[in-house]
């Protein structure tokens, strides 16, 4: 099996299907589905913390970061340029579902009316919705695939996809998402098991430029158990993992929200999370030692007078 498996003829039948008819097929199922994708307009998208770890970060190399990012360490103040990207990411997956429709894929995004399908994992502590099913692209007509769509800029694009000249021949060969993005890969991975695919389908698109790229990708249980029992560890550790770096001018500290509690001693943000006498327990919720009790995300947030500070912020 080749290391990397494109979906040439998936891409062709979509550039085709559009051109046939100057994107008018495509343009009504854009029409369709742009309202289904919520995230691009859900309000609550980027509330203080997340209840749960996502999935998506879990291909992410420090532990560190996902621990304190978990344990509600910083509340993360984005920028309307970064904000606007995100959207624009959600607003992509519409796009996506309209072009395989327009080739006469079938897609499924959510269980029932509203309710996307969504991976939970510990209780509801780990987890994240899935972009879709698809059933019919053309390499695989019969058998259904997670569908799962990205953006790039046109660096991490051409990393992913390779690069042509003018004449279509080949300067660099497709890396693929396995090599080009990890936890593209590692989520991927988690999500083809939890719903007993075969395979997915990862399309991408250049924001720069338009261009396409889709790539199958088999089912690596190795990689799927692996991130899994990880993030497992991570969550339920009592003290935070080792710095990926000792050194808060590596690269990739200085691009991490975390950096101010994990290198510089900065006080965490005041809640239930970034005290000492808190747990998380089987069920998805929160423990206090302190007051004997469970904690619901209101009261996490809250915190209260007798919070103590986890001793494995900035040490």
């Not at 103040?77 to 606007?84: D, F, I, P, Y």
């Not at 890396?175 to 389908?201: D, F, P, T």
């Amino acid at each position: 099996m080749p290391e990397v498996i494109l979906a040439t003829q998936t891409l062709e039948a979509i550039d085709a299907a559009i051109y046939r008819d100057q994107g008018r097929m495509f343009r009504h199922h854009l029409r369709e589905h742009i309202l289904d994708v919520d995230d691009a307009y859900n309000d609550e998208e980027h509330d203080r913390f997340r209840t749960h770890l996502g999935i998506s970060m879990s291909g992410r190399e420090c532990a560190r970061e996902l621990w304190y990012q978990f344990r509600w360490a910083t509340e993360t103040v984005l920028s309307g340029k970064t904000l606007r990207l995100f959207n624009r990411g959600h607003l992509e997956e519409a796009r996506f579902v309209a072009m395989l429709r327009t080739i006469g894929c079938e897609l499924w995004r959510e269980e029932a009316p509203g309710k996307q399908f969504r991976v939970s994992l510990y209780g509801g502590h780990y987890g994240s919705a899935i972009d879709g099913v698809v059933l019919g692209i053309p390499e695989m007509p019969t058998v259904p695939l997670l569908a799962e769509f990205k953006t790039h800029n046109d660096k991490s694009f051409k990393k992913l996809a390779g690069e042509k000249d003018s004449s279509g021949q080949i300067l660099v060969p497709a890396a693929g998402v396995r090599k080009a993005k990890v936890e593209h890969y590692a989520q991927m991975q988690q999500y083809i098991g939890y719903y007993k695919l075969e395979a997915g389908l990862y399309g991408a698109v250049n924001k720069d430029t338009d261009e396409l790229y889709f790539e199958i990708v088999p089912y690596d249980r190795p990689t799927d158990e692996g991130y899994r029992e990880r993030s497992h560890r991570i969550m339920w550790a009592n003290e935070a993992p080792t710095r990926i770096s000792p050194n808060p001018t590596f690269w990739k500290c200085r691009f991490c929200d975390q950096r101010r509690v994990c290198h510089y001693d900065a006080t965490p943000a005041f809640n239930c999370r970034t005290c000492a006498a808190s747990r998380p327990l089987d069920d998805g919720t929160w423990w206090c030692n302190t007051h004997q009790a469970t904690l619901d995300k209101k009261r996490q947030l809250s915190g209260c007078p007798d919070w103590q500070q986890h001793q494995s912020f900035g040490s």
